[in-house]
């Protein structure tokens, strides 16, 4: 089955400066790569996603890159803010039911 | 704006003593999901249910049951909890079956004494 890693798993950053957290997945026939927020004692979010045929995706200060070569993805935050703090988990689904979870990454954005 | 909603929040149950966890969509989904998640690990699938298609995943334990009686709600049953299975429950929604755009319940949070 799938398998994915996900690094760091904290990570502390200075308000305004950009956090970039990656993930690598091991099944080449994953297509789709969502990443999850989840902000202390709230259900975990979909901030953006990307699919395998498309290299990046950008909303506002958030950046999706994809690398299928090298099987691996990463979150890029630009202009980090306190709001930004929380738990981020990246994903990969090889298109069926499964959907395999990073161990994810602690974010905490200093002010 | 809840539109998956678990309950309880918070469970505490004793070792050996069966526990229902309940989970209910206001999205009209036809895919629901429950995933374990232990303390600073990754969210595991159990099982899921496509309509009425209960899919368990090939390693989770017998312990682990869950009812679907209809589109709104989903149930996980855990026949006799051991202290290993105190920990996150999510249950999530789709609306098709390949994953994309998981809605999940704020989870609850399982305690085996």
């Known amino acids: 089955g799938e398998n994915v890693e996900q690094h760091p798993s904290t990570l502390s950053v200075q308000e305004g400066d950009s956090a970039v957290i990656k993930c690598t997945y091991s099944?080449?026939?994953?297509?789709?790569f969502p990443w999850y927020k989840q902000e202390l004692g709230k259900r975990p979010q979909l901030i953006i996603d990307?699919?395998?045929?498309?290299g990046e995706k950008k909303d506002q200060r958030i950046a999706v890159t994809l690398n299928k070569t090298a099987k691996h993805f990463s979150l890029h935050i630009t202009e980090t803010q306190p709001e930004d703090s929380a738990v981020y988990f990246c994903?990969?689904?090889?298109?069926?039911?499964?959907?395999?979870f990073g161990a994810g990454t602690t974010v905490t954005v200093r002010a | 704006d809840a539109m998956v909603i678990q309950n309880p929040r918070y469970q505490v149950t004793q070792f050996g003593k069966p526990v229902t966890l309940s989970c209910s969509q206001t999205l009209n989904h036809n895919v629901m999901y429950w995933y374990q998640q232990k303390s600073s690990q990754a969210p595991k699938l159990l099982f899921h249910y496509y309509d009425k298609d209960f899919n368990n995943e090939a390693d989770t334990p017998d312990n682990f049951q869950s009812r679907r009686p209809n589109t709104s709600f989903c149930f996980l049953d855990i026949r006799s909890p051991g202290l290993g299975d105190a920990a996150m429950y999510l249950c999530a929604t789709s609306s098709d079956a390949t994953n994309e755009k998981l809605f999940f319940g704020s989870g609850t949070q399982l305690s085996v004494l």
């Open positions: 099944d080449s026939a994953s297509n789709y």
């Open positions: 994903a990969a689904s090889p298109n069926d039911y499964k959907l395999s």
């Open positions: 990307i699919r395998s045929n498309v």
